[in-house]
């Protein structure tokens, strides 16, 4: 079955100190891989997505296909880095595969 | 741009009662989605367009129906509220399916009591 986990519902970090947020999927096929944000009153967003293989406000992910994982990393987190983080996985382009499956979302706090 | 527009913000429906949540985006996206969320869960996926006429459910579709008579309206049908429904209504487009970025409404805090 297609899955999405996020083992941690919080993570709670020091501004300065690097910051990862756990992501790991199952999927039988290759999958496409994103992050998305929601800070505080604000919008669900793209934060990234494996296949642009970018950087975005000084986060970075990599899919590791070996571990099925694909972790956002940061640094030195910054204050307005606090927000709420999904992971989402999609099997493709076509039909219902297409479709996003997200996990249950990690908060991020970060302590002046 | 707008981008995805939902109204409304908050209902509190009676048990038994039926509502249309309303969904418009002026993206011109073909992809237009409707997810709900309960407390502590992830974004779960009720119902999917993948253009004006064509509809298909999503993992939870059970008491909910959709239409898509245009590209930019998409919206949501709660038939027999049930306190099951309460939740975080999320309304989304995109340009395509897959790699394609989603975008987001503001959501619906919708209550049923």
């Known amino acids: 079955a297609q899955r999405v986990t996020q083992p941690e519902k919080l993570l709670s970090v020091f501004k300065g100190a690097p910051v990862e947020l756990k992501c790991n999927y199952s999927?039988?096929?290759?999958?496409?891989l994103f992050w998305y944000v929601q800070y505080s009153r604000q919008r669900l967003q793209l934060l990234l997505r494996?296949?642009s293989r970018e950087s975005i406000k000084g986060f970075t992910a990599d899919l590791n296909k070996g571990e099925t994982s694909f972790h956002l990393k940061k640094p030195f987190a910054q204050e307005e880095d606090s927000a709420m983080y999904y992971c989402?996985?999609?099997?493709?382009?076509?039909?219902?595969?297409?479709?996003?499956?997200f996990g249950k979302g990690t908060k991020l706090s970060v302590k002046p | 741009n707008a981008g995805v527009t939902q109204t409304p913000k908050f209902r509190i429906l009676k048990i038994g009662q039926s509502m249309t949540l309303q969904c418009a985006q002026d993206?011109?996206?073909?992809?237009m989605y409707w997810y709900r969320q309960d407390p502590g869960m992830g974004l779960k996926l009720i119902y999917y367009?993948?253009?004006?006429?064509?509809?298909d459910k999503g993992e939870v579709p059970n008491g909910y129906n959709v239409s898509r008579s245009t590209t930019e309206d998409f919206p949501l049908r709660l038939e027999l509220a049930a306190p099951s429904q309460t939740s975080v209504y999320f309304c989304?487009?995109?340009?395509?399916?897959?790699?394609?970025?989603?975008?987001f409404g503001p959501g619906t805090r919708l209550t049923v009591t």
């Open positions: 989304a487009s995109s340009y395509g399916g897959g790699p394609y970025e989603q975008y």
């Open positions: 999927y039988s096929g290759s999958p496409e």
């Open positions: 494996h296949i």
């Open positions: 989402a996985l999609s099997g493709g382009y076509g039909g219902s595969q297409g479709n996003l499956i």
């Open positions: 993206m011109n996206h073909n992809y």
């Open positions: 367009s993948v253009g004006a006429g064509i509809t």
